[in-house]
């Protein structure tokens, strides 16, 4: 740390992410990414792109908004798009809450949500999930603070039904409700169009992972005009241009291809059965995932020994070192051929252990 780095940060431990190696070639079931490329349209429009960088962004992102209002039955002002679903996670933070406004969210969750209340000096709640990491909505009811909710969860993939998150929703109608369906796609219920009925009622999704844009950074909330003006207030006092040429290109081509999102959903959700009947056979404890990862503990092994194991044959998959998951490791679907390789290596190394 410099001298000059503001004693405001005393507090803040960074986000890690994801280990992105470089260096050998795993099969890297780690950062749930996708295990298909972007659509072909998506490539194209993007590589198309290019030839124009030399030009600002269009700060309004008309055409992506216009191909997202059609796809999702919203008006193009209840969208806003943002450099990953991150930013408009951090911009919900900046806009919404503050010392009089904190937050709340579960105590397992996606990590970066304590990030964000502490780089913006806000006081914040985490519930406890229950015993078998399910989240009680009893606790969020009538709770008076602003809500963060991953649903499916992070870490977890478990899924609460619409109605459930409405009952959060209309609860708390002084307080604004994020819900954030990074995992939605694969087999989670989707609250977008409950955002005409609540105007605290913010949903965020990204192209990451059922759209293969990772890369490229590309998320996007939605809400009642209001909150969207609030957001935009944001985003055009840090980065108008916050998404780039070329990944608002690729947006276009990977919203407007749904027969391969369709079908690359479909794939992931049947690996990811097969996969999660696999490990139970093998003894494994699985929660109900409706994502595209699943969170696993073998009995006999404690979750580091396992993912050091798998990441020594060339298989890395996500360990948290908390109280609560350090007995577990997360294993992002990939490919049937990755999967099918995993499992084996899987086996070799239990069978190895006994
Ligand atoms: N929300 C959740 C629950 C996530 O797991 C992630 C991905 N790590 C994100 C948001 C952010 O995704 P991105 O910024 O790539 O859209």
Not at 180 to 192: I, N, T
């Amino acid at each position: 740390m410099s001298r000059f780095f503001s004693s405001k940060y005393d507090a803040l431990t960074p986000y890690v992410p994801g280990e992105q190696p470089q260096e050998r070639k795993y099969i890297k079931l780690n950062t749930n990414e996708s295990p298909f490329p972007p659509s072909p349209m998506a490539q194209r429009l993007a590589r198309e792109a290019a030839s124009g960088l030399q030009l600002y962004s269009d700060p309004e992102c008309r055409g992506l908004v216009k191909i997202a209002a059609e796809k999702l039955g919203l008006a193009e002002d209840e969208i806003l798009f943002t450099n990953g679903s991150d930013e408009i996670l951090n911009f919900a933070f900046m806009a919404f809450c503050d010392k009089a406004h904190p937050a709340v969210f579960p105590n397992v969750t996606y990590g970066f949500y304590s990030v964000f209340a502490e780089l913006n000096g806000i006081p914040y709640e985490e519930i406890p999930l229950r015993e078998d990491f399910s989240i009680n909505v009893e606790d969020y009811i009538g709770i008076g603070k602003n809500v963060f909710l991953a649903n499916p969860n992070a870490q977890t993939g478990i899924a609460l039904p619409k109605s459930e998150i409405e009952r959060i929703v209309a609860s708390n109608p002084d307080n604004v409700v994020v819900i954030d369906e990074a995992y939605v796609d694969f087999g989670g219920e989707s609250c977008l169009d409950l955002i005409r009925k609540y105007d605290n009622l913010l949903v965020c999704q990204t192209l990451s992972k059922s759209r293969s844009l990772a890369g490229a950074r590309l998320g996007f909330g939605a809400g009642c005009r209001a909150l969207i003006q609030d957001l935009n207030t944001i985003k055009y006092s840090t980065n108008p241009y916050n998404i780039n040429r070329m990944t608002m290109a690729a947006g276009i081509g990977a919203l407007s291809d749904s027969a391969y999102f369709e079908e690359n959903c479909r794939k992931v959700i049947a690996v990811r059965e097969k996969t999660s009947a696999a490990l139970r056979q093998l003894g494994f404890t699985v929660t109900d995932s409706r994502s595209n990862f699943l969170l696993a503990a073998y009995p006999k092994m404690s979750g580091q020994a396992l993912y050091l194991a798998l990441k020594e044959k060339g298989v890395l998959v996500r360990h948290f070192e908390t109280e609560l998951l350090k007995d577990y490791n997360r294993i992002t679907i990939g490919s049937e051929q990755q999967m099918d390789t995993f499992l084996a290596i899987l086996k070799d190394i239990l069978e190895k252990a006994k």
